[in-house]
């Protein structure tokens, strides 16, 4: 599906938030039978973040939504929802959003979260221009937050070596001018749920000493499986927003693709012919964040400067579902 609207949403401000603690990979060498060569090479990754034993999800949400708050020159009461994208929530239920509007002592906002895998921020966006446009909501708090290192299994050098935490938020309302969303495209198959998948606690594999023996507890992914479908679908959705929004790939002036692999990121850039400074990434510092490297990626480029009025941005996420959408942006 794509949409394409004469109308669109804004963003007003961003903020992000990373733990404190940071994980290298020579730290890494220490825990599993792997090396900083293999991991640099394979995946683009130095080190990650990582939260407090104590920290979780939505406070990770709450600082990064203060901060969007703050970024857009609001208080929390000017805030109409607090949306949450996440696939590690605090708590099965109630949803993580609920968890940051009471952090956020938004009493007066709706909450729910959005579970769509690392494209859950890109979905997030979508949804929001529907709410926003027809005039349900008038401003929303999405936050796109992601806890992994507490669903990883740190044994597996497979999977533990990749993944890294951390949030960040933007608050949406309708454009008043020509800058904006100018077009989406999302797409699922959930055919292939099961090559990234976090497969207990939930009720087909209710929480058990078997499941727990059995390390269901822990996110599993068939990594070069998931790699082809990115590479894929990735390219894909970018082109196709594109085409909606009117724009030529040689009109592009970032993208910003969702953070799992460097080799995925390049790809992608290569698929729409773009020259690597274009490309934005900073998997080297984070990892992938899941739903959460989008968004911190956005925050970073505008902190940066490098965001110029009438700059336009693809965002082009793929993940867990499997789910995959691209946004075209007018900054
Ligand atoms: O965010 C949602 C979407 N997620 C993704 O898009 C992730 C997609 N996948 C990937 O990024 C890559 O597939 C990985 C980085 C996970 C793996 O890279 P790869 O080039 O696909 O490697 P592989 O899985 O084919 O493994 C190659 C070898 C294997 O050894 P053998 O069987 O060839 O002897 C692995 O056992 O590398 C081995 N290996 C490691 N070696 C050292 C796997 N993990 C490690 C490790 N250190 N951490």
Not at 13 to 32: A, H, Q, R
């Amino acid at each position: 599906m794509e949409t394409k609207r004469a109308e669109r949403i804004k963003i007003m401000g961003t903020g992000m938030y990373v733990p404190e603690k940071i994980l290298t990979n020579k730290d890494l060498e220490k825990m599993v039978d792997t090396s900083d060569e293999w991991i640099t090479t394979r995946s683009g990754i130095k080190e990650r973040h990582i939260t407090a034993p104590d920290e979780t999800t939505a406070d990770m949400a709450i600082m990064a939504g203060q901060r969007a708050i703050k970024d857009a020159g609001l208080a929390v009461k000017d805030v109409d929802m607090v949306l949450v994208a996440t696939s590690t929530p605090d708590t099965i239920f109630p949803s993580t959003a609920t968890w940051v509007q009471k952090g956020l002592k938004a009493d007066h906002a709706p909450a729910f979260d959005l579970s769509a895998g690392c494209t859950g921020f890109l979905y997030g966006m979508i949804v929001a221009e529907g709410l926003i446009l027809t005039g349900t909501v008038r401003r929303i708090l999405l936050i796109g937050t992601e806890c992994l290192s507490k669903v990883t299994n740190w044994k597996d050098r497979n999977t533990c070596v990749l993944f890294g935490d951390g949030a960040a938020a933007a608050v949406l309302e309708k454009s008043e001018d020509e800058s904006g969303m100018l077009s989406s495209y999302w797409k699922a198959d959930g055919n292939l749920g099961e090559l990234l998948i976090l497969p207990g606690g939930g009720v087909r594999h209710p929480a058990s000493h078997q499941t727990v023996d059995e390390g269901l507890h822990y996110l599993q992914m068939k990594g070069n499986e998931v790699f082809k479908h990115a590479v894929k679908r990735m390219g894909e959705a970018a082109l196709m927003a594109l085409k909606k929004a009117g724009i030529k790939k040689e009109g592009i002036d970032y993208l910003i693709p969702h953070q799992a692999n460097i080799r995925i990121i390049q790809a992608t850039g290569r698929r729409l012919k773009l020259p690597e400074e274009k490309v934005f990434s900073n998997i080297h510092k984070y990892g992938n964040m899941s739903v959460a490297t989008i968004p911190i990626g956005l925050h970073e480029l505008k902190e940066e400067g490098k965001l110029k009025k009438g700059s336009d941005i693809v965002m082009v996420a793929f993940g867990a579902g499997f789910t995959w959408a691209a946004i075209v942006y007018k900054w």
